[in-house]
């Protein structure tokens, strides 16, 4: 079903709510017949998520990817949160949902992608979601591709992902802000579990990395209790305001100027994004 307009539309009469301008000339465009031979796109977009199971205010993870079904070679654009529309639908109706993204990324990129090959061409592209799991119930996401960048003349109209459920119930694990960036209460706290001592005060800021992305620097002084030799009596840990893991980077000495680089924001938890899929053969 996918390249198909049957998708969206069971997606919007799921969710109860229209969705209007883009999303319809998106629609629209999706089921537009290309070069008059055929209505079904010559590409492929894949959805699937890390995780289906949630709790209130956990990240949703969904990894992403295109695939050109034709013969030929095909110039696309790099799934990124410029070329990818996502829309959630849930108790409430259906919204669009923006991931996190790095002012840092370069957008709009394009590439060759050969007949059967994926774009990207061998792991999947990533994209953390934080303000989509408030409130308890069953949700849908589905996202919508544009092969070109805005204002580029392409014949490939936007390609329309079969949808993907999730179900977010239990309590809450993470509390964040209405910007979807962990409180400062609940990165202290994660430190401190992490830390695994008694901690007589802490305190947090939050910082940009050199990576574009936030993080929470946590510093730590621990109890003045006799500790074991070699154990030191503060430290400082990063914390994912998106994850909600222990950054692996280490403290800085308090004279440096700049905080060290943080890792991809994916890499603290160790997501691995799924392998594309062998392509059929054309």
Known sequence: MHGRCCPFWVFIRYSGFLLAGAILLAGLGACARLNGESDVSPLTFTLQLNESNLHPNDALI????????????????????????????????????????SKLEPMGLTYPVAGGHALPERRARAFVFTTVTQKPGDYHILGIYHPAPKGAVSELAPVISKSEAFKVEGPPRLQRDRDGILLKETAIEIAKRHAGRTVSSADALLLEADNGFLLWRVALAFDPQPAAAGTEANTVLYVNPYLGGIMPIGGKPAAAKKEPAATPLFEPIQILPPAQQAAPAP
């Open 62 to 101: 969904v990894f992403a990817w295109v695939r050109n079904l034709s013969r030929r070679t095909l110039t696309l654009q790099m799934p990124d949160a410029s070329s990818v529309e996502f829309f959630v639908s849930g108790p409430s109706g259906a919204v669009r949902a923006r991931p996190v993204v």
